[in-house]
């Protein structure tokens, strides 16, 4: 009689003390993961989602970069059953090593060993807390254990003209599941074996096998010219020992995906793509289908009534379409076209609000117009006002314009007109 094996012990780690510069002014007040995105959800939702749905119940969120809001969601939002061992705690710097703070997402995994000494796991599936996919971690787990590698990174096919935004994984040809070289932003790539007008992008998604990432983080510790990064210094480490794999995001298959949102992937890193990706949403057939219930993403959005469209004081009706309206959204006699609006959004009688993303209590005044605009929570923009419509008087009034975009603080004062 056959032997099954056993199953492996994995341990997922969370890297969520990204900064996110690019996207301030959203990220004054919090770390990039929390901020939030498609009306509900904080970014670091849609990586925790996927490790869970792989059935990954053990997870850890490193955490450093004004990390409160991101501590109290991951706290108050992602509760496991302790009865069976899960969960899914936030981990803040913690100097173990020395009075300093992480010096790179390899440092980061090197100050919390203790967490792999707690655990004891086989496999460390190491994720990043500011994509927007779907990923069973699940296959990739298993292609990784059958490569024997030490280490397989995940990569997205991109077009070889845009090789130079990212860190591509050669591969070698004889052997396309091996990585050949890993290249930091390259401008003469080679194409894939494949695919020659494509290479392969790293996701800043890896597995581990614990031992080998171990060795990797703690012999990085001690050299002195690394910077310390998952990608740039650990995962050449294992490409010079021939130990490192590559998984092909195309073979991943997600319960419930449709053709138009198979393959899916965004890194929100700058406005124009944080934007572009809330975009992605509205269209009738959306890019990325947040309704899949096979592979549901998770959150909580607190106590807020349904979404209540009305006419306003005057009679006016209510236009909206191509729209996310969250719950406890108000519309009265208003209009709000090509955006997303989030809980506890109010559009007064006769204001307009287009091609824009509204966060948790923003309050649009009678008559006022928002156009191409991300507005931070709890902004109260007064009637008649316009946002959006002229971008030089937006600058006059202290609003960052970005990329064709205007974008509002937190709570950020707008002046009377």
Known sequence: MAITPPRKKVLAVVLAGGEGKRLMPLTADRAKPAVPFGGIYRLIDFALSNVVNSGYLKVVVLT???????????TTTWRMSNLLGNYVT???????????WYLGSADAIFQSLNLLTDEQPDIVVVVGADHVYRMDFSQMVADHVESGAGCTVAAIRQPIGLADQFGVIDVDPASPQKIRAFLEKPTDPVGLPDSPDEVLASMGNYVFTADALVDAVTRDADREQSKHDMGGDIVPWFVDKSESAVYDYKDNEVPG?????RGYWRDVGTMRSYYDAHKDLVSPLPVFNLYNKAWPIYTSYGPHPPAKLVEGASGAGVSTFNSILSPGVVVTGGTVNQSVLSPAVWVKDGAEVSDSVLMDGVWIGEGAVVRNAIIDKGVVVPPGVQIGVDHEADRARGFVVDEGLTVLAKQQSVPED
């Not at 450093?64 to 991951?74: E, G, N, T």
């Not at 936030?90 to 300093?100: I, L, S, T, Y």
């Not at 995906?257 to 949102?261: L, N, Q």
């Open 257 to 261: 995906a449709t053709d138009r949102d």
């Open 90 to 100: 936030p981990v803040p710097a913690q100097q173990r090593v020395g009075k300093r």
């Open 64 to 74: 450093q970069y004004k990390s409160h809001s991101l501590d109290r969601h991951v």
